[in-house]
Nanobody, 126 residues
């Protein structure tokens, strides 16, 4: 089980772009997946995007598809979430998560991930 730490959160103007990172301490196994979830005040934590650590295949929530891009740098043990065309509804604390052997049908489920970071806040406001 790895420990995860997010970084890069901040204040962004509507329509702007931003990138957040997630660094894993400990080796991410070839069967791992890394995902981003987000949680706004009063709402449940929701799936944003996921990536297979080995093959790099990606999956997105409909609300961010075409605007957000998840990627990873295996050598740096770091995952990224590049966010474009941000709007106020994207304001949330963003958490990264990692899990081993996550099957396709479970990639969007919180319970599929054993390791979680503390989160980094992204605020979209003018």
């Amino acid at each position: 089980q790895v420990e995860l730490v997010e970084s890069g959160g901040g204040l962004v103007r509507p329509g702007g772009s931003h990138r957040i990172s997630c660094t894993a301490s400990g080796r991410m196994s070839s069967s791992s997946a890394m995902a981003w979830f987000r949680q706004s005040p009063g709402k449940e934590r929701e799936f944003v995007a996921a990536i297979r650590w080995s093959g790099g295949s990606t999956h997105y929530a409909d609300s961010v598809k075409g605007r957000f891009t998840i990627s990873r740098d295996k050598a740096q043990n770091t995952g990224y979430l590049q966010m474009e065309s941000l709007n106020v509804e994207d304001t949330a604390v963003y958490h990264c998560a990692a899990g081993m052997g996550v099957i396709l049908s479970s990639l969007r489920m919180r319970d599929a991930y054993a390791s979680w970071g503390p989160g980094t806040p992204v605020t979209v406001s003018s």
